[in-house]
């Protein structure tokens, strides 16, 4: 599907920071939203006043993913008086890789001839083509960056080796499709664990959910509100305070997962639960099993609850479960309560 | 001389030594006075020495004598290093008498007036005369109310007593908001800070209503009217000028310490400083009433108490809020204490007929106690039907939004698809049309890009320079601002010390003006002062004299050198000469002469210089010892050593007889 491809990268632009400390938007092809463009300024880290130097960053904003590369200029160049400048793309899809790789070159060629122009050119060959060449005699190829490995990229076992039995929590939560911020504040590390959050998920394939970086400001957040469910990750500590803001806070310097006071009766867990941690910590324990292969595992696992699920839907009309029917079963509570949301999660029930 | 022997009889007679009217120097002082006056100093400066001695000399020449030597004695103890014998005190001359009291008189001790510790001030002499007023207010000692005169009504009586009550005045100054010269250093947005009166006086643009003008010409009484007490009236002007002083200074800090960093108007700063203020309020409220769990533990009392307070606003929690919190468990608490109220009221109504009110007791329990079950499972039933309505409103929520995102992305697809399935047909030469325009678009982006970045690059140096200027020109205002802040520094720092400058001198002019009149300290000091001028002219005059004497020194040296170069020179010359000739003989003979005579000129000169220097000397010798009276005392000395002869011998005498 190259074709449709092709029309996901939306957007490419130019921030720079000069000798006077200003940072400015400097070019951008086609356009960018002004509201968008606020948000990137944000999200690039020259605008922040601490001096934290990101090589690279992805977030999403409003159905849109964006990559930033930051480079500092170095000598040879042909840009005066600009100290750091970022390269922004955006696109329809996620894989960070693929944009990593791309925005390289670009800020390569955009450093070595200090005009915009030669960079664009890279830029439509790609857009057009689906290929660039690139200084480091090769090319960059856009069919060389499938989106399941993107998908996949993440690793699941250092998700499993910090938090052990409690990822099932994190398991539950996304299943039910439930609102998950997660707080660190180094920006890499957050990126590197929220990423793979999704996957455990495997049946839904859904990245719209992640929300990678966030910051505290409204226009960000009454974006991530317009989904029901969501992975958001803040650098910001003062997140821990909103309650209003997530279901379950995983702080991870720390390492502590926390169910707020709301839904804890919806995230009550029972055998069934303990049956599936057991099983992740168990695969991902396996040296010998890869992270795709513990993806695997635990989808099977997903797979069978809902065939479990889907059974049930049989015995009553137009294949929707109603809580009658569900109690007529006598499950334990707690499983009770776990098939009943995760019906309405997945579109399964009665209304 | 005459003034310090003036100050000296001045001092003298401080002490208590009784000197004439008359007697106006020292030449005049008698023995006895001497005597009189060097005791009486003693005894001030060492009561222990002079205690034992007498003010006036006894007739009799030994005792005199002794007195004498005793006198001399103690006026050595007290520290006087001149030469003192008895001679000083009977035989007396001027300059040494002149010495020695002097040397008393200043080491009399000094008497410091009280006033000179006391600070004075204008709030000091205040505080002074409060706690004045307080301590024979609370010397007064109490009397029971029946018997009180009217001068102890004010202190002692009940209605004395005024607590300090302060009421809100209204001051028709926000009239001149406009006219910025009544409001000196008072900004004028500092007046919505007052309480109460000047916020409806003005509208937004700070111009004052007409109708406001006329009430405060015309109805509004004067502030001290306003009161209703007298006692609050002052209170109230007291802490509203507090109130005002303190605000206009912190407004001064403030604004002096940050404002001038911040660059903004006066206005924009305030405006700024309030909704930072606001926001933290509102996160501070925010975080304090969202109850959150994890945080529970660090929360202390106060948040609590800050939700409770905040449930208070919210009113009467909607039951529903009550319903969809609350477990079975905690509802059936509720019901329970209600019903136990329920059940207090008819026991507490009426113990009428016992039996007959048990029994309705019993009846009406067990109605309630029905109501009530089947109120907790009509609950149990609506919290139930909620959570179930709630989970599926979310699952059509979310099935909603994902139809919508479907549809979205289908629609393009189908956009697409459409277009390519119209251009299908002739697809082989569709296929190079679009190959071809598609490149022709990329490079004519590219060329748009090109012409863009062309107008883009100049534009974007062009800011970046003006920037760049702007940053200096900001160094520069950082400079002057830093500037202003040390002139604010140094006008206050001057206005400290002038304040206090016209305190000491203020002080030190009431000081004068208490200082007693009697010894015309400014006749004093002027003398001083044209003594002292006259000293440093003949000091001028001095060193003329000596760089005179100086210069005709060295020309005497130099000349001398030269005669004696000159003559050494001829005199060889012409002995050269001399052996051959004759007459050069005799000029040698002659030059010879000449340099002997004119070198016993030179000497007579010099010697007779020399002697009337001498006499000069020998004159001044005389004339000092001429004003010692030492012909007078001689005679005395003569007379009294004839009269100690005579005393002896009468002692002898009666040693003999008896």
């Not at chain 2, 900001?474 to 040390?486: A, C, F, G, Y």
């Amino acid at each position: 599907m190259t074709t449709t491809e092709a029309q996901i990268m939306l957007s490419v632009g130019i921030i720079e920071k000069d000798v006077n400390g200003d940072t400015l938007w400097v070019w951008c092809y086609p356009s960018v939203s002004p509201e968008l463009k606020q948000v990137l300024l944000r999200k690039c880290c020259l605008t922040q006043e601490v001096q934290e130097f990101h090589t690279f960053v992805f977030g999403h904003f409003s159905r849109t993913w964006f990559y930033i590369t930051t480079a500092e200029v170095q000598e040879p160049t042909a840009l005066n008086k600009v100290t750091h400048f970022s390269i922004v793309i955006t696109a329809k899809d996620f894989n960070p890789e693929k944009y990593a790789a791309l925005s390289r070159i670009l800020c390569r060629t955009y450093m070595k001839h200090g005009s915009p122009v030669k960079m664009m050119e890279a830029y439509i060959t790609v857009l057009t083509k689906g290929i660039c060449q690139s200084d480091e005699n090769g090319s960059f190829l856009i069919k060389d960056y499938d989106v399941e490995t993107a998908y996949l990229a993440g690793s699941i076992k250092d998700v499993v080796s910090q938090f052990g039995v409690e990822t099932v929590i994190l398991y539950t939560a996304l299943m039910l499709k439930k609102r998950i911020v997660i707080y660190h504040p180094r920006i890499e590390a957050l990126l590197e664990f929220t990423r793979v959050l999704p996957a455990l998920t495997w049946h839904r394939k859904d990245w719209s959910i992640l929300h990678p970086y966030v910051h505290l400001t409204d226009v960000e957040l009454d974006d991530i509100k317009k989904c029901p469910g969501y992975v958001a990750g803040f650098v910001d500590p003062v997140v821990s305070n909103r309650s209003d803001l997530f279901d379950v806070f995983v702080n991870l310097p720390d390492g502590v997962i926390t169910v707020s006071q709301g839904a804890k009766d919806a995230m009550a867990m029972g055998k069934l639960h303990k049956d599936i941690a057991q099983l992740i910590v168990k695969s991902a324990e396996d040296a010998e099993r890869s992270d795709s292969q513990v993806i695997k595992d635990l989808s099977m696992k997903t797979a069978e609850v809902l065939s479990h699920l889907a059974a049930l839907t049989e015995s009553c009309g137009n294949s929707k479960l109603t809580l009658e029917a569900l109690k007529q079963h006598h499950f334990p509570p707690a499983t009770e309560n776990f098939l009943f949301h995760l019906a309405a999660a997945e579109q399964l029930l009665q209304i | 001389m005459e003034e310090v022997d003036k100050i000296l009889i001045h001092a003298l007679r401080h002490v208590g030594t009784e000197v004439g009217e008359d007697v106006d120097s020292l030449k005049r002082f008698t023995s006895d006075l001497i005597v009189e006056a060097v005791v009486r100093c003693v005894r001030v400066i060492e009561p222990g020495l002079g205690g034992a001695l007498p003010t006036s000399l006894p007739p009799g020449m030994s005792a005199r004598f002794r007195v004498g030597m005793s006198l001399a004695q103690a006026c050595q103890d007290v520290g006087y290093k001149g030469e003192i014998g008895y001679q000083t005190f009977l035989y007396s001359n001027e300059p040494e008498i002149r010495s020695l009291l002097m040397f008393l008189v200043e080491k009399l001790p000094r008497e410091r007036a009280e006033a000179s510790d006391q600070s004075a001030g204008k709030s000091a002499v205040l505080q002074r005369s409060i706690a004045a007023a307080i301590r024979t207010q609370l010397a007064a000692s109490w009397v029971p109310p029946n018997c009180r005169l009217p001068l102890h009504c004010e202190t002692q009586n009940h209605g004395a007593l005024h607590s300090f009550h302060v009421q809100p005045l209204t001051f028709p100054h926000c009239t001149k908001t406009s006219d910025k010269k009544h409001l000196k250093g008072l900004p004028p947005c500092s007046l919505h800070f007052t309480r109460n009166a000047c916020a409806p006086c003005s509208d937004r643009t700070g111009s004052v209503l007409s109708e406001v003008q006329d009430y405060h010409r015309d109805v509004l009484p004067p502030v001290t009217a306003q009161a209703s007490s007298q006692a609050s009236a002052v209170a109230s002007i007291l802490e509203r000028h507090a109130a005002e002083l303190s605000a206009a200074q912190e407004w001064d800090n403030d604004w002096k310490s940050q404002g001038l960093l911040s660059r903004l108007t006066p206005q924009e700063y305030r405006s700024r400083k309030s909704s930072r203020l606001r926001k933290r309020i509102e996160e501070q409220l925010r975080s304090a009433a969202a109850p959150s769990p994890e945080s529970a533990f660090g929360v202390s009392r106060s948040a609590s108490e800050l939700t409770e307070l905040l449930q208070t606003f919210k009113g009467s929690a909607p039951s529903a809020h009550v319903l969809t919190k609350g477990t079975h468990f905690t509802h059936a608490q509720k019901f329970t204490f209600t019903q136990e109220g329920a059940a207090t009221s008819p026991v507490l109504a009426g113990r009428q007929s016992e039996g007959d009110a048990q029994i309705r007791q019993q009846e009406e329990l067990s109605s309630l106690q029905q109501q009530f079950q089947q109120l907790c499972s009509e609950v149990d039933q609506l919290a139930a039907d909620i959570k179930h309505l709630n989970v599926t409103n979310a699952q059509v929520l979310d099935e909603l939004k994902q139809r919508e995102l479907r549809n979205a992305e289908e629609e393009e697809k189908m956009q697409v698809k459409k277009k390519t399935a119209d251009l299908l047909p002739d697809a082989e030469n569709n296929l190079l049309k679009l190959q071809s325009l598609v490149e022709g678009g990329a490079k004519r982006v590219v060329n748009l890009a090109s012409q863009w970045e062309k107008h883009r690059a100049p534009l974007i140096e062009e800011y970046r320079r003006l920037k760049e200027i702007c940053s200096n020109k900001d160094l520069e205002s950082n400079r002057k601002l830093s500037e202003i802040k040390s002139l604010h520094e140094k006008i206050r720092v001057s206005t400290e010390e002038a304040k206090k400058k016209e305190d000491t001198y203020k002080q030190l002019v009431t000081e004068l003006e208490r200082l007693p009149k009697d010894a015309s300290r400014s006749a004093y000091t002027q003398r001083i002062l044209e003594i002292v001028g006259n000293i440093k002219k003949q000091k001028e005059e001095i060193t003329k004299i000596l760089s005179d004497t100086k210069e005709l020194q060295k020309e005497i040296n130099n000349l001398t050198g030269k005669l004696d170069r000159t003559f050494a020179v001829t005199d060889e010359l012409v002995f050269k000469d001399a052996k051959k000739d004759e007459s050069v003989r005799k000029a040698y003979k002659y030059l010879a002469a000449l340099h002997e005579n004119c070198n016993q000129l030179i000497q007579t000169i010099e010697d007779t210089g020399t002697i009337l220097r001498e006499i000069r000397d020998l004159e001044e010798q005389i004339e000092a010892e001429n004003g010692n009276k030492t012909v007078s005392n001689l005679e005395r000395i003569l007379d009294d050593y004839k009269a100690i002869r005579q005393e002896n011998a009468a002692l002898a005498a009666k040693v003999r007889e008896g």
